[in-house]
């Protein structure tokens, strides 16, 4: 959430894991594992390297983010017993499982979290926050850590496949250059880009660089088949940019619901890094059609059913320029959507706010802790909490474009041009280039 800004120690995460999965004794070990400025997935490095087994063979619940303190599980196949106690990263048994640990081990996630620089109003309105997020719970929207892709201004890769340009998604993925990179990371990228389309020069670049060598391999061989080049992108980066997209639009859908079905006067509307999230102060008036769920879309939407759902979706692909029958990938391997349900509203269990004290500038302290179920985001508790650090000025505008805080400049992305309002609008008529 804009406006909210967290030292890694201030933002705690624990996995909560079903207490049925661990036994004496089993053909798996189950480790845990806390961690601090690293991905789970480099915490897995480290575990497997320690027990000697393929990283693909360590089972997690899911992914944690770098930028917090967090306690999760992992689970390995029966090896010698291992420990691990760095300032980064603490390894420890925990107990034996059956099988691998799986995201259906686990019941969510507990976060304690320091608000920093509470302001007078903020906290005269705390107390009234808090009990309506109690009885009435918060909208589950996708929150900032589903949208990497935005931080590493790589845009929407989903949204350009099913456009039909692979190209241009591929060098986005590869070639898109954003302040979150390293210096490392930043150089290869500025080097891809300017030998772009000289496909044996990326490919050497590739080979010191340590990623897309294969990529570039198949480009050096079939110089214009980009869609077959994904193949060589690693399953995982396919999904977590496939996802992003779909989440992207089912925020943008439920927002927008949020908003026709709400009050003014109780309609609170926050600024995220994808886009404006709207809140009821109250009770959420829902569609009895629709119950508590929104149908995360599937191919050609043809599995969301509801006429208020499927009409949000057919308005938000017309503004990119797709219609429902587009909204699938065809001919690129790894991007196969898949539909779900999932809740318009959670009710964070077990959720509390209280005094922390001062910082070093005397700015008060609040640590607020709370529950919540797996795929929810604890983000999305804090804007509702804390609405002022990205409320915007109301108005008759449509939520399904792309937002930004009020009074800041957002960075115009690569293959947009800016209209008279500032915001930006696929140009296809300008080539694609990555920053510089």
């Known amino acids: 959430m804009s406006g909210i800004k967290f030292k890694p120690q201030d933002f705690?995460?624990?996995?909560?894991?079903?207490?049925?999965y661990l036994r004496p004794s089993g053909k798996h070990r189950v480790y845990r594992v806390k961690k601090r400025k690293r991905t789970s997935l480099e915490a897995a490095q480290v575990l497997a390297e320690l027990v000697g087994v393929?990283?693909?063979?360590v089972g997690m619940a899911g992914l944690k983010d770098r930028q917090a303190v967090t306690l999760q599980y992992m689970s390995v196949p029966v090896r010698r017993e291992v420990h691990l106690n760095e300032r980064d990263i603490v390894i420890e048994p925990a107990g034996f499982a059956s099988e691998p640990l799986s995201s259906a081990h686990s019941?969510?996630?507990?976060?304690e979290i320091t608000v920093r620089g509470i302001s007078p109003r903020e906290l005269s309105e705390l107390d009234a926050h808090i009990e309506s997020v109690r009885e009435h719970g918060v909208v589950?929207?996708?929150g900032e850590q589903r949208f990497g892709n935005l931080r590493f201004a790589q845009g929407w890769i989903a949204l350009d496949l099913m456009q039909g340009k692979?190209?241009?998604?591929?060098k986005s993925l590869i070639c898109g250059v954003s302040e979150q990179d390293d210096e490392i990371h930043a150089r290869f990228k500025h080097a891809f880009a300017r030998t772009w389309g000289e496909w044996r020069e990326c490919r050497d670049i590739a080979g010191k660089f340590g990623s897309f060598h294969s990529v570039f391999e198949h480009l050096a061989r079939n110089p214009e088949d980009f869609a077959g080049a994904f193949t060589y992108v690693s399953s995982?980066?396919?999904l977590i940019h496939l996802y992003a997209w779909q989440s992207h639009l089912w925020n943008r859908t439920v927002a927008n619901y949020v908003r026709e079905v709400t009050p003014k006067k109780d309609l609170l509307m926050v600024d995220a890094l994808e886009g404006r999230l709207n809140f009821s102060r109250g009770a959420l008036p829902l569609d009895p059609e629709l119950g508590n769920n929104w149908r995360l879309p599937g191919p050609r939407l043809e599995d969301v059913t509801a006429?208020?759902?499927?009409?949000?979706?057919?308005?938000?692909?017309?503004?990119?320029?797709l219609s429902p029958e587009q909204f699938e990938i065809e001919g690129v391997s790894g991007f196969q959507l898949k539909g779900e349900d999932r809740e318009i509203l959670i009710r964070p269990r077990k959720l509390k706010a209280e005094p922390d004290g001062f910082d070093r500038e005397g700015q008060p302290k609040h640590r607020v802790c709370f529950e919540l179920p797996r795929g929810s985001y604890a983000t999305m508790v804090l804007a509702r909490l804390f609405p002022l650090r990205g409320e915007r000025p109301h108005s008759d505008s449509s939520d399904f474009g792309p937002g930004r805080p009020t009074?800041?400049?957002?960075?115009q992305r690569p293959g947009f041009s800016r209209d008279r309002r500032g915001e930006d609008r696929r140009d296809d008529r300008r080539p694609f280039r990555p920053n510089r």
């Open 12 to 20: 705690r995460v624990r996995e909560l894991l079903d207490p049925e």
């Open 54 to 57: 393929p990283a693909a063979e």
């Open 107 to 111: 019941l969510g996630n507990g976060f």
């Open 140 to 142: 589950n929207y996708f």
């Open 166 to 170: 692979p190209e241009r998604a591929l």
């Open 236 to 238: 995982r980066l396919r």
């Open 307 to 321: 006429q208020r759902t499927r009409e949000m979706y057919t308005k938000a692909l017309e503004l990119e320029g």
């Open 407 to 411: 009074g800041q400049r957002r960075e």
